[in-house]
C-alpha cells in the first residue's frame, strides 16, 4: 500500500518570503498523481497543485512550483511571496493511475504566515 | 469542475444516535468517495460510494457503522450509526470524473460533534 509523509508538522513564514513544505511517499508504482491540498479554516479542500509522475517538469502555479524527485520519492511544495490568505493546513497526496481514484493523505503541515 | 453541497454543515448529535449527512453535485461523477477528519488529523478514506451498489469499504471501517448508499450520480449519503464521542470528526464528501485528469474535488464538509 502507498503512504505519504509530511514530516513538518507546523511551519512558519514572514510574508513575502519563500517557504518549502516537504513531502515523501512509498509507492511501487511508475505511474501515479501527486498532489498538493490547502485547507484554510473553512474546511473546504482545495487543489494547490498537481504532479503526473511520467513528466520531468516540475509542476507550477502561480507562486506555487514544485520539486518532483521521483527516484527519491520526494514532492515539495515551495510557495513564493507568501501572503496572509496563504495561511492553512496544508495536505500532500498520493493517487494511482486508473483503478479506485482514492487519495492518500499525508499527515499535514500548518502554514503560518506573520505579518 | 464540480461543485458539491454537504448538508448538515455541522451538528451536535447525542451519544446512541444516528445521523445522516447528504452530498450533492452539480453534474454527473463517476467517483464519489466518504472521508473522515479526526480533530487535528488528515483525511482517511471510510469508503467508496458505488452507483447502484454496495459500497467498497476500507479497513477499519464496516457497513453497519458507516451505511453510504448512492441512488445516481449526483448524490450519495453517508450514515454514522449509533454514534459514540469517537465518532466526532468532519466528514467530507469528495468526487471523481470519469476523465481521468487526476483531480478530486471536495466538498466543505460536515463537522459532526456527539456529546
Known sequence: AQTVTQSQPEMSVQEAETVTLSCTYDTSESDYYLFWYKQPPSRQMILVIRQEAYKQQNATENRFSVNFQKAAKSFSLKISDSQLGDAAMYFCAYRSVGGAQKLVFGQGTRLTINP | ?115
Open chain 2, 1 to 115: 469542475s464540480a461543485v458539491i453541497s454537504q448538508k448538515p454543515s455541522r451538528d451536535i448529535c447525542q451519544r446512541g444516535t444516528s445521523l445522516t449527512i447528504q452530498c450533492q453535485v452539480d453534474s454527473q461523477v463517476t467517483m464519489m468517495f466518504w472521508y473522515r477528519q479526526q480533530p487535528g488529523q488528515s483525511l482517511t478514506l471510510i469508503a467508496t460510494a458505488n452507483q447502484g451498489s454496495e459500497a467498497t469499504y476500507e479497513s477499519g471501517f464496516v457497513i453497519d457503522k458507516f451505511p453510504i448508499s448512492r441512488p445516481n450520480l449526483t448524490f450519495s449519503t453517508l450514515t454514522v450509526s449509533n454514534m459514540s464521542p469517537e465518532d466526532s470528526s468532519i466528514y467530507l464528501c469528495s468526487v471523481g470524473h470519469g476523465i481521468d485528469t487526476g483531480e478530486l474535488f471536495f466538498g466543505e464538509g460536515s463537522r459532526l460533534t456527539v456529546l
